[in-house]
């Protein structure tokens, strides 16, 4: 927003006219206010807000030639050398994106194809492949949401056989626009990644610990879920929402770090990174944000993999130590005999780490932090 209105301002001065079109959001955010006229907090009452108003613009078609200009000189993207080599970090993201406006549409129909009809229920499973993986797209423009947008409504008149439920239709566009309120957000609280959105937290407790900030980064924490998350991040530079949530919430709240550490992790690792997404998203878990998750609900990480990746698939993918771990004890090899763990070939403090805390002292830790916080407030 402030490039863009340093843009026009420069081009003003030269006595060009500018004029400005929605591209990334479907709403001005100058024109979503509350009853009130205030701008929206709080996600439920924008996404009515949302619904109501006229169905977004259809998709436009592809530009023609511009008159007038010819001759200039191009050179093949490939020719900058952008993609890295030595060391060649991104070898494990190749396999999963395929950057551009064709990798985008080529990702949207086969999510339509493949993965809409059933979304509502599947897609906090991150052993299933039921989420669109449009972000990184959305992210860099290669994609509108005005085009998964019209994409995801047109579904509803796909044939009965072929045709995905209305609530998983509602559930995506839902997520969509929560992409978009995020945005909003970003328009009128421009240090939404640097400033607790509720400012009451600013005075919470936080714990200065690099070794576990250091430990969760690379996958260390000794809980199976959450280091399945965060390897996945570094292998593919992508994570699955619910494990976003779940090793946001270890962060914040097991360990006591500040959400804007982790923010920032994210935003040097996730390809779909973005400064509306990431840290409205951080906030709400930490419970500082808008429309936030309260800061007790605290994510038991074993149940949490238990409910959402219960045969253990997701944690065998991306954590190839555990994959002799019976289903029943994936989730907390802590806690298996250790003559199943050595038949498994896993030595906890070697091959995969000790917890780095205990849940239930973790939880009362950070509830005893939140009272701090309460107290100031009397």
Known sequence: ?????????????RGVAVRSFLASLLVDPAEARTKGGTPFSVFTPFL???????????????PGPLRGVGGLASEPLESWGLTPTKP??????????????????????????????GYATLRDRPDRPATSRLSPHLRF??????QVWSAASLAREAPPGARPSGADIDKFLAEVAWREFSYHLLVHHPDLATRSFQPRFDAFPW??????????????TGYPIVDAGMRELWRTGWMHNRVRMV???????????????GERWFWDTLVDADPANNPASWQWVAGSGADAAPYFRIFNPVL?????????????????????????????????????LRQAGVT???????????????????????????????
Do not use: C, M
């Open 1 to 13: 927003d402030a490039v863009d209105r340093a843009v026009a301002a420069a081009l003003a001065r």
């Open 48 to 62: 009515r807000h949302l619904l109501a108003r006229p169905a977004p613009r259809a998709p436009l078609p592809a």
């Open 88 to 117: 060649d970090w991104a070898a494990g993201f190749r396999a999963l994106w395929t950057p551009g406006e064709a990798g985008a549409q080529a990702r949207l129909a086969a999510f339509l194809d493949n993965g809409l009809a």
């Open 141 to 146: 423009g290669e994609i509108s949401p005005f």
């Open 207 to 220: 714990r200065d610990d690099p070794a576990g900030l250091r430990a969760w980064q690379r996958g260390e």
């Open 247 to 261: 090793v946001a919430s270890f962060l914040v709240k097991h360990l006591l770090i500040d959400w804007r550490l």
């Open 304 to 340: 949490q993999g238990e409910k959402f990746d219960p045969d253990g698939a997701y944690v065998k993918e991306n954590i190839p130590a555990l994959a002799g771990v019976p289903a029943s004890l994936i989730h907390k090899p802590f806690t298996a005999p250790p003559l199943l």
């Open 348 to 378: 906890l403090g070697e091959t995969y780490p000790h917890p780095l805390v205990d849940h239930a002292q973790a939880r009362a830790r950070a509830l005893d932090a939140l009272a701090t916080i309460k107290a100031t407030e009397r």
